[in-house]
């Protein structure tokens, strides 16, 4: 079945960086596109960046400049790269794909930016 584990979270000042990693099983990573959410205490999940299979990149306005998203198929792998950390940015992590109808996700990372 598919499985998504995400590693990489932790406790980080402001101004701080992080990379998360999620790594993909039982899909044929190549074909699917990738994302990054994340959900803040007491809000919604939203989603930060999205990456194509082919590689194209699209970021929420808030991630613009700060996180960059990057996979590598080899691996089954995608990435967030996430600088200049703001406290803002504190929430749940989550990397996700789309097959057909149906949204896969996996268990989260939690990312906290504080002083």
């Known amino acids: 079945q598919v499985q998504l584990v995400e590693s990489g979270g932790g406790l980080v000042q402001p101004g701080g960086s992080l990379r998360l990693s999620c790594a993909a099983s039982?899909?044929?990573?190549?074909?699917?596109?990738m994302n990054w959410y994340r959900q803040a205490p007491g809000k919604q999940r939203e989603l930060v960046a999205s990456i194509t299979s082919s590689g194209s990149t699209n970021y929420a306005e808030s991630a613009k400049g700060h996180f960059t998203i990057s996979r590598d198929n080899a691996k089954k792998s995608v990435y967030l790269q996430m600088n200049n950390l703001k406290p803002e940015d504190t929430a749940v992590y989550y990397c996700n794909t789309q097959i057909l109808s149906r949204h896969y996700w996996g268990q989260g990372t939690q990312v906290t930016v504080s002083s």
């Open positions: 039982g899909i044929i990573f190549s074909v699917y596109a």
